[in-house]
């Protein structure tokens, strides 16, 4: 199994900037995606980004330009950084891992971190 811890979220003003983390632990062979969504209340949950092993990125349209994702596959983490921030960026902000565990590979979740932009 897989655990993945997340860290950093809060409550900043529009404009301001956060970094989530997320920490990955446990019995796995490998990781080949991390990544972030996040879910709005009364919304579905959305992809925010996501980074292969090999450091392929994808954005979400909505935060191209203002999210950076990256990651230290020494530390099996992932970090989310989050300029300008929007009232719209409100959400839980959910880190997700593709894992090889066994003989095939499996998504695995955290259990989110609150972000709120608020004045």
């Known amino acids: 199994q897989v655990q993945l811890v997340e860290s950093g979220g809060g409550l900043v003003q529009p404009g301001g900037s956060l970094r989530l983390s997320c920490a990955a632990s446990?019995?796995?062979?490998?990781?080949?995606?991390m990544g972030w969504h996040r879910q709005a209340p009364g919304k579905e949950r959305e992809l925010v980004a996501t980074?292969?092993?090999?450091?392929?990125?994808n954005y979400a349209n909505s935060v191209k330009g203002r999210f950076t994702i990256s990651r230290d596959a020494t530390k099996n983490t992932v970090y989310l950084q989050m300029n300008s921030l929007k009232f719209e960026d409100t959400a839980v902000y959910y880190c997700?891992?593709?894992?090889?565990?066994?003989?095939?590979?499996?998504?695995?979740w955290g259990q989110g971190t609150q972000v709120t932009v608020s004045s």
């Open positions: 997700n891992a593709r894992a090889f565990i066994g003989t095939h590979w499996q998504p695995f």
């Open positions: 980074i292969t092993t090999d450091g392929s990125l």
């Open positions: 446990g019995s796995f062979v490998s990781i080949n995606v």
